[in-house]
Nanobody, 125 residues
Framework: QVQLVESGGGLVQAGASVRLSCAASGRTFNNYLMGWFRQTPGKEREFVAGIHWTGYTYYGDSVKGRFTASRDNAKNTVYLQMSSLKSEDTALYYC???????????????????WGQGTQVTVSS
């Protein structure tokens, strides 16, 4: 079992930056691929970024060049640095992980077994 807790969300102005954190506890974290997703009411959960335990990262098209995922295995924590924020980035942001998710499948929410409770990011224009 893995527990995930996100933090760092809030209300920010367009163009600003914010860093989200996701602290993991429970089973081995270091060998798991971690994903970030976001969701707005009435819409499907959208893939934002994924980071493999090797450090390999992959991003959704809407955030490429603006968001950066990183991880600190010693702290069992992953981060999502979000820059040049836009109003359309407003969403509830989740981190997720699981033993089944791989690099080819990281963009699919069904690949993940464990989810955090989410942290809200609201970007005002």
């Amino acid at each position: 079992q893995v527990q995930l807790v996100e933090s760092g969300g809030g209300l920010v102005q367009a163009g600003a930056s914010v860093r989200l954190s996701c602290a993991a506890s429970g089973r081995t974290f270091n060998n798991y691929l971690m994903g970030w997703f976001r969701q707005t009411p009435g819409k499907e959960r959208e893939f934002v970024a994924g980071i493999h335990w090797t450090g390999y990262t992959y991003y959704g098209d809407s955030v490429k060049g603006r968001f950066t995922a990183s991880r600190d295995n010693a702290k069992n924590t992953v981060y999502l640095q979000m820059s040049s924020l836009k109003s359309e980035d407003t969403a509830l942001y989740y981190c997720a992980t699981g033993s089944r998710v791989t690099i080819p499948t990281m963009m699919f929410s069904s690949s993940y077994d464990y989810w955090g409770q989410g942290t809200q990011v609201t970007v005002s224009s």
